[in-house]
């Protein structure tokens, strides 16, 4: 359904990525624990960094499942049990929120403001990030990379969101992410876009007038 224009902000919908804005960083301690599970040595944790993105792309596009991604990144297939434990402590990386972040997105969707989720995610992820109280209550779609069979910064996943915003223009939805490359692909398709590098004031000020509305009402 297309949405008829009504923002003081010139914008009508907002289209987030997860990780790096409302989903907060790995710790220190949740990679060491990884480590630890995959029984790799303590010293190597930057060598488990580096086999765990490397492969890391093909899982979140849905193309490699849970036992195929781990055997890359480990070398040899995990057993059942390993291989719940890895996707279990894997998961939970990823999972913590910004409070802040969500207070603001909040505020913003009690003025109204459509917001799509697009997520480079594997299927695990995706699934338990939909069953979070903010993804419900926030989001009017979640679109997760495991699901499209493509990864940020392909523009279909750019395409496919912007469908989900209703929003026929472009310019008038907002793109944030925390990698560059994403929000050039995205600019490049004629979304706005806003490169979060960890400051909740930078998207405060990208909705200020929605936020100020929603406060008063």
């Given at each position: 359904?297309?949405?008829i224009?009504?923002?003081?902000?010139?914008?009508?919908?907002?289209?987030?990525?997860?990780?790096?804005?409302?989903?907060?960083?790995?710790?220190?301690?949740?990679?060491?624990?990884?480590?630890r599970?995959?029984?790799?040595?303590?010293?190597?944790?930057?060598s488990?960094q580096?086999?765990?993105w490397?492969?890391?792309?093909?899982?979140?596009?849905?193309?490699?499942?849970?036992?195929?991604?781990?055997?890359?990144?480990?070398?040899s297939?995990?057993?059942?049990?390993?291989?719940?434990?890895l996707?279990?402590?894997?998961?939970?990386m990823?999972?913590?929120?910004?409070?802040?972040?969500?207070?603001?997105?909040?505020?913003?969707?009690?003025s109204?403001?459509?917001m799509?989720?697009?997520?480079?995610?594997?299927?695990?992820?995706?699934?338990?990030?939909?069953?979070?109280?903010?993804?419900?209550?926030?989001?009017?779609?979640?679109?997760?990379?495991a699901?499209?069979?493509?990864?940020?910064?392909?523009?279909?996943?750019?395409?496919?969101?912007?469908?989900?915003?209703?929003?026929?223009?472009?310019?008038?939805?907002?793109?944030?992410?925390?990698?560059?490359?994403?929000?050039?692909?995205?600019?490049?398709?004629?979304?706005?876009?806003?490169?979060?590098?960890?400051?909740?004031?930078?998207?405060?000020?990208?909705?200020?007038?929605?936020?100020?509305?929603?406060?008063?009402?």
């Amino acid at each position: 359904m297309t949405r008829i224009p009504v923002s003081p902000i010139g914008v009508d919908a907002v289209i987030l990525d997860y990780n790096g804005v409302i989903g907060l960083q790995p710790t220190l301690g949740q990679w060491q624990h990884l480590a630890r599970l995959a029984d790799w040595p303590d010293t190597g944790l930057a060598s488990l960094q580096h086999a765990f993105w490397n492969a890391r792309e093909p899982y979140d596009a849905g193309e490699l499942s849970d036992l195929a991604y781990w055997a890359k990144v480990l070398g040899s297939h995990p057993g059942p049990r390993l291989l719940r434990e890895l996707r279990t402590a894997d998961t939970a990386m990823w999972t913590r929120t910004d409070s802040h972040v969500l207070d603001l997105l909040y505020r913003a969707r009690a003025s109204g403001l459509t917001m799509v989720l697009l997520s480079n995610a594997p299927a695990h992820l995706s699934n338990v990030l939909d069953a979070t109280d903010w993804r419900r209550e926030l989001m009017d779609d979640a679109l997760y990379s495991a699901r499209l069979g493509r990864c940020k910064p392909d523009p279909a996943a750019y395409e496919h969101a912007l469908t989900a915003t209703g929003i026929p223009d472009p310019g008038r939805v907002l793109f944030v992410d925390d990698r560059e490359d994403n929000c050039l692909a995205a600019a490049a398709l004629g979304l706005r876009t806003l490169h979060y590098v960890g400051q909740p004031a930078d998207l405060e000020r990208q909705l200020l007038p929605l936020l100020a509305d929603s406060s008063s009402t």
